[in-house]
């Protein structure tokens, strides 16, 4: 009779739920806590009995150690990192109304089809916004198009849809500058009395609010009459910056929201 | 049956094998001698039937709750009470008094409610131990060589004489 009304006991814990018969488990372990995590502690400090897992510790010693120089080497990346967005955004920042824009670094995650577009991995979530312009190598590349929370395309100044004003060399007089396809745009409505030469920088004028202070954005590589207007110039301009090999860009924001 | 040292026993028992045995293993972290193993063949030859039946059922108890890789409990529960209740009765027909009679005894004990209790978890569908050669094998083979000698500690802390009789009891006439 004892005999059944045991194994009748042992049946109702085999059959259980788990989350009940764990609780008496973990009751046990929590009782018993004291005795067994100094045992275990006391087990983990004795010399082993055989030699094959005495290599045991030593190989969780040696992926441990590996994990560890890793972390360093990840760190020491993140640090090399940091060191050059630090420098960038000193260059950035040298001359004195800079200090009045923001600067939010991003890494180029791809050029877009059309390689007028390139896609970085900042968004809203930095306080990106449409219409921003966009420094690559210290020149405009071009502004940003849309945004999501945390990726944002850039329109390029050679993308046809872009048009940015633009002062040529010293002169004051502003054009807009439109994108056209193959890496250059064009500059339409200059007077043709105008002294434009080829190899003048082209600047990106400044914006209240956007862009605080010009910035060159290209150079003139042809210029001569327009055929279609002879009173005017053709001025044809090609970036300052190798967009094609950029890998990181910086986004002009408010300073306030960097 | 001394009852409250059955109790510090299996306590014991329980807590060593958790803890402590570990570092007596050989070749791999669980070929190791199971101490609730030996103490279950120890009541089941030296104890009385009735004792038997509450010492197998309480170490499968133990046994359980100090498994570290089976969720559920109940398999050694049933497989310890169930064969050390056999074992008991058996040990009333055949004499298990020498010592490789009782390593032998332990070793068939180990793979039988090691077997059992594969079983019962595989019944349950829960996830199945993957060191069944361990314990079906290793570990049985380890605790029969190591528990003939420690049936004298356990004899000698249960107040039992190896004859079978708790010391202080006299024979009756």
Redesign the interface.
Known sequence: M??TW??L????????P?SL??K??LA?NYV?SW??DN??L??ST?P???A??DDAPKRETAAEQQRFENDIANLQAEVRDAHDQIAYLQRLQVVAQRDRMGFVLADVVRTGRTQDVLFINRGSRDHIAVGQYVLGDMSVIGTISDVWAQRAVVRLVTDRNSKIQATIGESNLARVMEGRSGNIGKIRLVPADHAVRVGDKVYARKVPGLLDVSFVAAKVTQCGLDPENPSMLDITIQPECDIANLTRVAVIVPATQQ | MRWFRFAALVLAATILQTSLVGVIHIWQPDIRPNLLLILLVFFAIYSGPQDAVIASFSIGLAADLSSPVRELMGPQIISFGVLGTLLSDVHGIISIRRMPHQAIAIFVMGVLTALLSYLLTFFRAESVSTRLSAELLWQPLYSAVIGPFLFLPIAWWMRINRKGRRHGVKRRR
């Open positions: 004892l005999f045991l194994l006991g042992g049946l109702i814990c085999l059959f259980a788990a018969t764990g008496l488990k046990y018993f005795p067994l045992l275990s006391a087990t004795m082993s009995l055989n094959v897992e």
